[in-house]
């Protein structure tokens, strides 16, 4: 594995919305929402600045999830709108699992790299897994091309 020192910066607050989120009383099924935020390449850091919602057409099923395509372009438009945000990953819970990608989710996060029509040089993602006793543990990713690796997780309090 090539060691790509890319770290995920996100605010607190965001992180906890994210947190709220995955713990809303359905937390045996999956549940997830685009990343919305800025890549900035020199310092190998994406900054986020948005979790969106799953949204109400979103397929959660324990071991699947599907985000509502319409509810997140909507989003992600809103985002572009208020300060340049773009579409940089994607975050999703694992009730039953642990904070890694699945296959099913490396080759997902892989066609988004690939595909030259959404123009990504890299997916980051972040994967909560809720446990017993409602440990959770969330840890970031980042896709590029040529494989999936652990990045930093870099929570900020701004
Ligand atoms: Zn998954």
Request: glycine share 8%; proline share 8%.
């Amino acid at each position: 594995m090539v060691a790509t020192a890319w770290s995920l910066s996100i605010p607190r607050s965001v992180l906890q919305g994210i947190l709220r989120l995955a713990d809303d009383g359905e937390r045996e099924l999956e549940t997830g929402g685009i990343l919305l935020g800025h890549e900035d390449e020199p310092a190998s850091t994406t900054r986020v600045t948005t979790a969106g919602d799953p949204g109400p057409a979103a397929v959660r099923q324990p071991r699947f999830f599907s985000r509502d395509l319409q509810h997140s372009q909507q989003l992600a438009d809103m985002a572009w709108r208020l300060d340049h945000s773009q579409w940089i990953g994607e975050w999703h819970t694992h009730p039953h699992g642990q904070p890694v990608p699945s296959r099913i989710d490396h080759h997902s996060y892989l066609r988004h790299v690939r595909d030259p029509e959404l123009g990504f040089a890299r997916f980051v993602s972040l994967l909560v897994a809720i446990g017993p006793q409602r440990r959770t543990l969330v840890a970031a990713w980042i896709t590029e091309p040529n494989g999936t690796s652990p990045a930093k997780l870099d929570v900020t309090d701004s």
